[in-house]
C-alpha cells in the first residue's frame, strides 16, 4: 500500500484529490492537512510514502514549505500541485527538492501518472512545462550556462533587459543602432526558446535579478 499525505488549504481539493487517489489500487490517503504547521504535526506522526503539496498553504507559502519539508523529511518526494503556472514555478519547485510539478488544471489520469513516477524516485515533469521549460532544460541534467550559450554582446542585452532598460536605452549604452539591438534580442529569443517580449523580460529578470 502506497500511503499519501495531501496539503491543500481547500477542503473541496483535498477531498477531490482523495476520491481520484484512492480509486486507484493500493492507494491510500493517510494525511490531509489545510495549513504547513498541520502537516508539520501530521508528518511527525504518520508515516507517508509521497507529499502532494499546494504552494499557498496560508501560513508558509512558496518555496520554503518544500524546503522545510525535505530538510526536515529528505527521502519523502514532494509533488507539487499548484495554481502558478508552471513555466512561472516549476523549475524554482525542482530546485527547492520538488519531485514533480502540476498545474491545478491537470486531468486526473496525468496526476496518477505523476504519483507513480515520483514514488518510484523519478522526477516528474509535465509535457507541457517540458516543451517551454527555457533552451531544453532537463532535470536531470545542469542547465547550460548562459555565457556559454550566449555571446558577450548578447549576454549584455540580455543583463541590460533584466534590468528594466528599453531598446532605445541599449542602443544608448552600447552605441548600437536600434536594428543592431533588436537583432541581438532575436537571436536571444531564438536561443532561450522564448516566443516574446514579455517572456523574454520574465526569463532575464528571474535568471539574472534574482536567486533562489
Same mark, same amino acid.
Given at each position: #500500500?502506497? +500511503?499519501?499525505?495531501?496539503a =491543500?488549504d481547500?477542503?473541496?481539493?483535498? $477531498?477531490?484529490?482523495?476520491?481520484?487517489? /484512492?480509486? $486507484?489500487?493500493?492507494?491510500e490517503?493517510?494525511?490531509?492537512?489545510?495549513?504547513?504547521? /498541520?502537516?508539520?504535526?501530521?508528518?511527525e506522526?504518520?508515516?507517508? =510514502?509521497?507529499?502532494?503539496? *499546494?504552494?499557498?498553504?496560508? *501560513?508558509?507559502n512558496?518555496l520554503?514549505?518544500?524546503?522545510?519539508? !525535505?530538510? $526536515? +523529511?529528505?527521502?519523502?518526494?514532494? %509533488?507539487?500541485?499548484?495554481? +502558478?503556472p508552471e513555466? #512561472?514555478?516549476a523549475?524554482?519547485?525542482?530546485?527547492?527538492?520538488?519531485?514533480? +510539478?502540476?498545474?491545478?488544471? !491537470?486531468? @486526473? @489520469?496525468?496526476?496518477i501518472?505523476a504519483?507513480?513516477?515520483?514514488?518510484?524516485?523519478?522526477?516528474?515533469?509535465?509535457?507541457?512545462?517540458?516543451?517551454? %521549460?527555457?533552451?531544453?532544460?532537463?532535470?536531470?541534467?545542469?542547465?547550460?550556462?548562459?555565457? =556559454?550559450?550566449?555571446?558577450?554582446? /548578447? &549576454?549584455?542585452?540580455?543583463?541590460?533587459?533584466? /534590468?528594466?532598460?528599453?531598446?532605445?536605452?541599449?542602443?544608448?549604452? %552600447?552605441? %548600437?543602432?536600434p536594428?543592431?539591438? @533588436?537583432?541581438?534580442?532575436?537571436?536571444?529569443?531564438?536561443?532561450l526558446?522564448?516566443?516574446?517580449?514579455?517572456?523574454?523580460?520574465? &526569463?532575464?529578470?528571474?535568471?539574472?535579478?534574482?536567486r533562489?
Amino acid at each position: #500500500m502506497t +500511503y499519501i499525505a495531501i496539503a =491543500d488549504d481547500h477542503e473541496i481539493i483535498r $477531498q477531490g484529490l482523495t476520491m481520484i487517489i /484512492e480509486a $486507484q489500487e493500493q492507494m491510500e490517503v493517510a494525511v490531509q492537512a489545510s495549513s504547513y504547521a /498541520e502537516l508539520a504535526g501530521c508528518l511527525e506522526k504518520a508515516s507517508v =510514502d509521497l507529499l502532494i503539496l *499546494d504552494l499557498n498553504l496560508g *501560513d508558509l507559502n512558496g518555496l520554503a514549505s518544500i524546503e522545510n519539508v !525535505v530538510k $526536515q +523529511y529528505p527521502s519523502l518526494p514532494v %509533488l507539487v500541485l499548484s495554481a +502558478y503556472p508552471e513555466e #512561472m514555478y516549476a523549475l524554482r519547485a525542482f530546485k527547492s527538492g520538488a519531485s514533480g +510539478y502540476l498545474n491545478k488544471a !491537470v486531468v @486526473s @489520469s496525468e496526476l496518477i501518472d505523476a504519483v507513480k513516477t515520483v514514488i518510484h524516485g523519478k522526477k516528474y515533469i509535465s509535457t507541457a512545462l517540458e516543451d517551454t %521549460l527555457a533552451y531544453g532544460t532537463k532535470l536531470d541534467k545542469e542547465e547550460a550556462s548562459l555565457t =556559454d550559450l550566449l555571446s558577450k554582446r /548578447e &549576454f549584455e542585452v540580455l543583463t541590460m533587459i533584466a /534590468e528594466g532598460k528599453t531598446s532605445k536605452d541599449i542602443s544608448e549604452i %552600447l552605441k %548600437l543602432s536600434p536594428k543592431t539591438v @533588436s537583432t541581438y534580442r532575436g537571436r536571444i529569443m531564438e536561443k532561450l526558446n522564448l516566443d516574446s517580449a514579455s517572456r523574454l523580460f520574465q &526569463f532575464a529578470y528571474e535568471r539574472l535579478c534574482t536567486r533562489l
